[in-house]
């Protein structure tokens, strides 16, 4: 089964919610975290892990052999993304940050001039630690997409995992969607404040789209002013957990504790949590 933990923005708690439940349903077969939000990746932070293995992440990206090409203009023509631009006669220019590796030039080309070369992404680290096996996606600086890493990272979940949680990018973007879409169920972290409220919407709304299965883990509860709730009756969305707001949660979490180390309670309520998930999957 998997779980993709998900939000409307940053710093809801959707990663410390992610490694309450890593924790939680420790034993119950092979369970796999992974930290698919390849662009701020802390689930390894409070973990304090160092990786068995890293594997590299690349694109292949279009080049053009000078010597064979005709300036027929077909590479530009065929791709859709703009990566490519011909000034007849003199250059054909390739915009790495916009080639996707469709491979569609290379197709096209009536010379064979179009040829591809690999590009760097990033990379995945696969650690083992007293939970289960953590996954993350480190995504290159000045990378314009993760969605190649978030890609590479699920694809590196072992075959026989029994359980795999993945830590989503915040928001409802690209990158949020490739992390979600296979998942059986997903478990939104809010917080009832304005800003989170209508960006929560944001995502149930996308999420409903796609007929994903989800409910809602209210972080920081006890602050607002009962919009979220109101939000979550209209779309008919169920509240999972009710997380109270505490400074003593975010002190713990500023140096490196999680949110079982102030709530002795919220393993025994996520590990029910997990079992329902189960039972409505």
């Not at 694109?59 to 023509?77: H, M, N």
């Not at 009756?233 to 169920?238: I, K, M, S």
């Amino acid at each position: 089964m998997k779980v993709a933990i998900a939000s409307g923005k940053g710093g809801t708690g959707k990663t410390s919610i992610s490694l309450a439940m890593f924790q939680a349903i420790q034993g119950r077969g092979k369970v796999v975290l992974v930290d698919a939000d390849v662009e701020e990746p802390d689930c390894r932070l409070f973990l304090r892990t160092e990786p068995d293995r890293r594997i590299d992440v690349t694109l292949p990206v279009a080049r053009i052999d000078a010597g064979k090409c005709q300036f027929s203009g077909e590479c530009a023509r065929v791709c859709r993304f703009g990566a490519l631009a011909v000034i007849p006669g003199r250059q054909v220019m390739v915009f790495d940050d916009m080639c996707i590796g469709c491979g569609a030039c290379v197709i096209a080309c009536p010379n064979k001039a179009v040829y591809e070369v690999q590009r760097s992404q990033g990379s995945i680290e696969v650690a083992t630690t007293a939970f289960g096996t953590l996954i993350t996606g480190l995504v290159k600086v000045g990378t314009h997409s993760p969605v190649r890493v978030i890609e590479q990272a699920l694809a590196s979940v072992p075959a026989d995992a029994d359980v795999v949680i993945v830590d989503s990018p915040p928001g409802a973007s690209d990158a949020m969607v490739h992390a979600v879409r296979d998942a059986d169920f997903v478990v939104l972290v809010a917080e009832p404040t304005r800003f989170g409220t209508h960006d929560v919407g944001v995502v149930i709304q996308a999420l409903q789209r796609l007929g994903k299965p989800l409910g809602v883990v209210i972080n920081k509860a006890g602050i607002g002013d009962g919009g979220l709730q109101t939000l979550l009756a209209q779309r008919g969305v169920d509240v999972l957990l009710e997380i109270p707001f505490s400074r003593e949660a975010a002190q713990a979490l500023a140096v490196g504790g999680t949110l079982a180390d102030v709530f002795d309670w919220l393993p025994g309520k996520l590990l029910n949590l997990f079992e329902k998930i189960q039972e409505m999957v």
